[in-house]
């Protein structure tokens, strides 16, 4: 177009009839505007078509009609600016009668059209062009700001392109690898990779997802997972290749640490099970350890429950005295074995000289442990018959542990693994160890029980002899008592009386001295016949049966005090008696008791002008201490521990007469109650005796 | 032959015991019948009327029987408890003198029916007094029913 055809316009319509068919078929929408009135003043067919409006609606509408509201402001500026005669004015976009957008480039003239200043319009559909752009533009993004490594290859390998993701992920950046081969990206140990991955993408094959190691600049080595595709031009050929790579070593590491932990806690798991069924093993066991004090029974039991826990074999031994083997236990799921092994056991009455293991497990008291029954073991066995027998029972591994008490090995427990395929390592042995600790333990309680049963009945049975002879004696000894009392009082009644016979009947015929010598034996006659009526009520004593009541203990030392001093006529005594406690004891014999005290008391007070006597009792915890002082003779503390011995006396017969048997007897009844009896005493300055019973007791 | 009436049977194996027994009754004046017998079975003899004594009446029995308790052949108590026992001889008073102060002995006398229980004292003059009273009182105060 040219500035040579604006005066045409003016022209006569006729001559411009073949101008009018060019606007109106023109493949481009055109259209005549009013620059006044914006208002179309006409347009052609391809506009109508385009904008879906029909010609009579396009002459009642402006050109802001066709244009979105907010781009109008816009289009008023460009108008009023743009005068010249030919412009272009750029893309707009047009707003299409269905309400779609379209993009337009827009190229346009100043003409005068029916006498008013107008503008001819041309308008270019550019909405495609410029949507293609945009998408290209927009995944060019994409591309750039992808964390995956995003680049190009020619067939040669060559980096043609680069993103930001490939900065990140291989360390280069797009100015250092542009033109770089790709093997600059490859460990030594992956160049092969290339020919192979070339190969295919050549084939117009895609590799995707395939997980590999590269190099970063550093050095690093990376994994990454790599999609690689075919690259084609616009007539398809192939050019290249994009690869899409991620750096999967994080992944790759945080996967194999969470299976590294998976793994951790299922050992960990494995073993508190292990720990807890041994545990729980070992509880079992020690029930029935504990169950039952025939312990050749309790060890078959822990063998059967041995069995398959800790083995598919248990055989438990005991050496007996003469050092021979025992077998207490086999035990086997399979009866049909069982009754083999004990076969073989009478075959071979010497295991312990074919296998040399036994011996020595005997000798050290340590447990021997074969982790893995090898050809070498089984060679070690001299004997070609036993060795074809422990094939045939396809032992694996075997654990053989000593039962020992203190220092002495007396038995061994054989644990054996065969068809189950099992071997025992060290924590196996350490609870068959515990199992056979136990077992020990065990076994020598139900010894020690089954010796201080012996001896209990032993000693039940010696005391039974002895009681028997006890009272064989005590019957005796009645016998004696009796013939002594009966017998051996006549012969003293026989010199007494006969005595007294001469003195009354033939006293003149005897001298004066006769007279007195006989007197002498009178005297020393009654002195034995009473010394034998003390004896005799000493082992009374012992003899006859108590009887325990509670009754007034100070009614009973007053009677008796008033008895005794009936008999010390002319004496003045001083007596006080303070409230007796009472206690459980047999009246007669606290009654023997006191006449023994109170009259000893009154014996040893004969010196002094007035006779002090004091009775009284303290509570002590337990008993009743009774007291009874005086303020006679006393006696000296140095001699005390004769004081209760029978016929022991501290003073001349001539002084004080006794037989030496009253504290005895006192001390045997206080005895025979339970309780004690002690003094206190100086010489010339009194005595006082203690003795104490039980309270509350029966 | 044994035709008199014995007064006194004296049970007592000791040689000594029946001397001095004898003597004290003497001493006031009881001396009059008195037959000694050694052992428990000859006592039984005599006052049944049986082995040796046969022939005597039975029914005439001693006022009195001063009994040892041991003896030879059969004890005291056990002639005691014979004579006690049987009708015919149960009303005669029988007095235990013995060397024994043993309880049991007491209770057992006393049991089978003894008219007294004296412990012999070996002081002769306590022993007199003890013969003198028995003597006295079963001799001279009791007085045996009729036949």
């Known amino acids: 177009m040219n500035n040579k055809k604006v005066p045409i316009i003016n022209r006569k319509n006729s001559d411009f009839a073949p101008y009018k068919t060019l606007f109106e078929k023109n493949p481009q929408p055109m259209w005549v505007y009013d620059l006044e009135s914006l208002c179309f003043l006409t347009v052609n067919n391809a506009a109508i078509e385009s904008y879906g409006y029909s010609k009579d609606e396009f002459l009642k509408m402006t050109i802001k009609d066709i244009r979105p509201k907010e781009d109008i402001s816009k289009l008023l500026e460009n108008i009023s600016v743009n005068r010249d005669i030919y412009q272009r004015s750029g893309v707009w976009r047009h707003l299409k009668k269905d309400g779609n957008i379209i993009l337009v480039e827009i190229s346009s003239h100043s003409i005068t059209f029916k006498r008013k200043k107008a503008r001819l319009v041309v308008i270019h559909d550019v909405t495609k062009r410029e949507m293609d752009s945009e998408t290209i533009r927009y995944l060019a993004s994409i591309v750039e700001s992808s964390d995956d490594a995003i680049l190009g290859k020619d067939l040669n390998g060559i980096i043609t392109s680069w993103n930001k993701g490939a900065e990140r992920v291989y360390g280069y950046t797009k100015e250092e690898i542009l033109g770089s081969s790709i093997l600059k990206l490859f460990s030594k140990e992956n160049t092969n990779e290339l020919p192979y991955i070339v190969e295919r993408i050549k084939r117009g094959e895609i590799i995707e997802h395939y997980q590999t190691v590269r190099v970063r600049k550093d050095g690093q080595n990376i994994i990454v997972s790599t999609s690689i595709s075919p690259i084609k031009n616009e007539t398809g050929t192939i050019v290249g290749a994009s690869a899409i790579a991620r750096d999967i070593s994080e992944k790759i590491k945080a996967e194999s640490e969470i299976s590294r932990l998976f793994e951790l806690e299922k050992s960990a798991r494995l073993k508190a099970e292990k720990v807890q069924q041994r545990l729980s093993f070992l509880s079992d066991a020690s029930k029935i350890l504990s169950s039952s004090l025939d312990y050749e029974k309790t060890l078959a039991s822990v063998a059967n429950i041995a069995i398959p826990f800790l083995g598919d074999w248990c055989a438990i031994d005991l050496i007996n005295s003469s050092e021979k083997f025992n077998r207490v236990a086999v035990v086997h799921m399979d009866p049909e074995k069982v009754k083999f092994v004990y076969e073989l056991r009478e075959r071979l009455p010497n295991i312990q000289n074919i296998f040399s293991g036994i011996n020595e497990v005997i000798k050290s008291g340590k447990p021997l442990l074969i982790p893995k029954v090898t050809e070498e073991f089984l060679a070690s066995f001299n004997n070609i018959e036993v060795v074809k027998i422990l094939l045939e029972l396809g032992l694996t591994s075997i654990m053989l542990v000593p039962l020992r008490t203190r220092e002495k090995v007396f038995g061994i427990i054989s644990l054996v693994m065969a068809e189950s395929n099992r071997h025992y390592d060290k924590s196996d042995l350490a609870l068959a160890e515990e199992l056979a600790t136990r077992a020990a333990i065990a076994i020598d309680n139900s010894k020690l029980f089954k010796e201080a049963q012996l001896l209990n009945s032993e000693l039940e049975k010696r005391v039974k002899i002895r009681t028997e002879q006890l009272e064989t004696a005590n019957k005796e000894l009645e016998t004696f008592s009796y013939s002594v009392s009966h017998d051996l009082k006549a012969p003293l009644r026989a010199i007494e009386g006969f005595t007294k016979l001469l003195l009354e009947d033939h006293a003149k015929e005897l001298t004066e001295e006769a007279q007195r010598l006989l007197n002498v034996v009178t005297t020393n006659t009654r002195n034995m016949a009473q010394l034998i009526e003390d004896l005799l009520a000493f082992s009374r004593v012992s003899r006859i049966q108590m009887t325990k009541i509670k009754f007034d203990m100070t009614r009973l030392v007053n009677q008796v005090f008033t008895e005794l001093q009936v008999l010390e006529n002319g004496r003045v005594f001083e007596f006080k008696l303070e409230e007796l406690s009472p206690v459980n004891c047999d009246p007669s014999l606290l009654r023997q008791v006191w006449v023994n005290l109170i009259s000893n008391a009154m014996k040893f007070t004969r010196p002094r002008k007035i006779s002090e006597i004091k009775i009284g009792c303290e509570l002590k915890n337990e008993e009743v201490v009774y007291f009874i002082k005086d303020n006679g003779v006393g006696f000296d503390m140095r001699y005390s521990q004769n004081l209760f011995g029978v016929f022991q006396r501290l003073h001349k017969a001539k002084d004080f007469e006794g037989t030496g048997v009253g504290l005895a007897l006192v001390q045997r009844i206080i005895n025979r109650h339970g309780g004690r009896v002690w003094a206190e005493a100086k010489l010339n300055e009194g005595a006082a005796i203690y003795f104490s019973l039980l309270k509350e007791k029966i | ?147």
């Open chain 2, 1 to 147: 032959m044994m035709i008199e009436p014995i007064d006194i049977l004296l049970v007592e194996d000791n040689t000594a015991d029946q001397e001095l027994t004898l003597k004290a009754l003497k001493k006031y004046n009881i001396t009059n019948n008195i037959f000694v017998v050694e052992d428990g079975a000859e006592a039984l003899d005599f006052i049944f009327a049986e082995g040796e004594h046969s022939s005597r009446d039975i029914h005439n029995n001693p006022k009195i029987i001063l009994l040892d308790l041991k003896l030879p052949k059969v004890s005291g108590l056990e002639v005691l408890k014979k004579v006690k026992g049987d009708e015919r001889t149960r009303s005669i008073p029988v007095v235990v003198l013995t060397s024994s102060r043993e309880e049991r002995d007491l209770i057992d006398s006393y049991k089978y029916g003894v008219n007294s229980y004296i412990v012999k004292p070996v002081d002769f003059n306590k022993f007199i007094e003890s013969v003198k009273d028995i003597g006295l009182y079963w001799m001279l105060l009791n007085q045996l029913p009729k036949r």
